[in-house]
């Protein structure tokens, strides 16, 4: 496409999406109906090991996402029974668009664009109802992959795409990056310092009045990490040991944060 149509496009999509997010931000933070969230897996190396891995998922290894944020919305005065709903669904055979790291603010609202189209199809493949909030989440084979790329969780759009191992082993971990995900699209802020990981003190410490402070034992979702010394910082093995702290529950417009 030539860049001036482009450009046209854009403008028009920007008020539409500027309403569109407006309404989204109010529709999935009112909490006084269950919001649906979908998590739909990718074959991201598209071996045996992912295949068979994606194969094997059920429902099951989905839902302490559910009971984690039903749990935290309750302790943080959500009274409807089932605050979030959180549902596997089919694989995904496409895989997302790729953001250029270097494509400035043009290529960023470009790509973003493309991201919802993309959503969009792909829950429709997959046949079932469309949930209010979509997680992809991508599946690598850990033998050939040391380090995965970052996930994202975006509120323009409601859209997440998460980079996980096919591991039995990192289930549960990788539970703890989707509901990491899933609150970004909230509107819930990162909670570390991107150059050091450290969780910000206090709004990143799950326990910030402990005393001594080190070692923290819960983890702040959007820390994504516990601080085990001053320079130490180490990912939960499981949503068991994460609590959404009272800064997150604020940008989520939780009743009492
Ligand atoms: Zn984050």
Known sequence: MGRNARIAFLLLFLGIAAYSNWYDRLSTTDWDETLYIGVLPIDDSGNEVTRSYI???????????????????????????????VELYPPVEEKPPERA???????????????????????????????????????HDPSFTQSVPHS????????????????????????????????????????????????????GYAEPERSPLHPQSLTEVMAGRYAVDSQTFEMPDSLDDVLVGPATALEIRWPNP
Do not use: C
């Open 55 to 85: 194969a094997r998922l059920d429902a099951e290894r989905v839902r302490d996402i559910e009971l984690f944020l039903n749990r935290e919305a309750q302790r943080h005065g959500v009274t409807i029974d089932r605050p979030v709903r």
């Open 152 to 203: 994202v969780g975006m509120q323009k759009g409601l859209v997440g795409v998460v980079h996980a191992f096919a591991d039995r082993s990192m289930t549960r971990a990788n539970n703890v990056v989707i509901a990491h995900e899933i609150l970004h699209t909230l509107g819930a802020s990162d909670k570390y310092d991107p150059a050091t990981l450290a969780p910000l003190f206090p709004i």
């Open 101 to 139: 790291s270097d494509s400035g603010m043009l290529g960023n609202m470009w790509w973003s664009l493309r991201m919802r189209f993309y959503a969009r199809r792909a829950v429709s493949a997959t046949g079932r109802p469309a949930p209010q909030i979509r997680i992809f989440v991508r599946y």
